[in-house]
Antibody
């Protein structure tokens, strides 16, 4: 079964850092892209970042310079390092991929991990 | 950035009725348009990709149409499990990928 499991969320103060993990099973993270999408409480979906199979990395302008995506092929896991966190980064963070081809639609998604930035 | 606009924001429909959801792109996305369903406390679930191709396991009562800048998701006869929020997403331009604001389908 193809599955993604996010961990690492929690309550954190503004300006601090947090690292999210997205552990994959049923496929190899280096063979396709893995993306992060976030959803603030009660709001819609916002694309955050992607790492492609060839290593290409891209970010939304809202997180560029503060967030870093990476992967560990030996652990079959993708990470999102989030620095200089702000209240507006509060959201459920989902990782997702396209198991079927390289198009930019997402299936499957993980269950999400909640990040709350508050003093 | 391609802006995706969904309408209406909320759609009140009785079970068994047809629901028609709209999604408009600020510029052409060709047929590179996906639809997702999200229920409270759950991750989004892919319904449709490439404008009109149903994802694995998605019932035939869900259909997608359109091209360019105007797209539609139709649910032919609503069941109780279809009441949820629906999002469209363009993937014609990767950077950034963008979602619509969502349409909540509620019980009338």
């Amino acid at each position: 079964e193809v599955q993604l499991v996010e961990t690492g969320g929690g309550l954190i103060q503004p300006g601090e850092s947090l690292r999210l993990s997205c552990a994959a099973s049923g496929f190899t993270v280096s063979s396709t892209f893995v993306t992060w999408v976030r959803q603030p409480p009660g709001m819609g979906l916002e694309w955050v970042s992607v790492i492609h199979s060839g290593g290409g990395i891209y970010y939304a302008d809202s997180v560029k310079g503060r967030f870093t995506i990476s992967r560990d092929n030996s652990k079959n896991t993708v990470f999102l390092q989030m620095d200089s966190l702000r209240a507006e980064d509060t959201a459920v963070y989902y990782c997702a991929t396209n198991y079927y081809d390289t198009s930019g639609w997402f299936d499957p998604w993980g269950q999400g991990t909640l990040v709350t930035v508050s003093s | 950035e391609i802006v995706m606009t969904q309408s209406p924001a909320t759609l009140s429909v009785s079970p068994g009725e047809r629901a028609t959801l709209s999604c408009r792109a600020s510029q052409s996305v060709s047929s590179n348009l996906a639809w997702y369903q999200q229920k409270p406390g759950q991750a989004p679930r892919l319904l449709i990709y490439s404008t009109s191709t149903r994802a694995t396991g998605v019932p035939a009562r869900f259909s997608g149409s359109g091209s360019g800048t105007e797209f539609t998701l139709t649910i032919s006869s609503l069941l109780s499990e279809d009441f949820a929020v629906y999002y469209c997403q363009q993937y014609n331009n990767w950077f950034p990928l963008t979602f619509g604001g969502g349409t909540k389908v509620e019980i009338k």
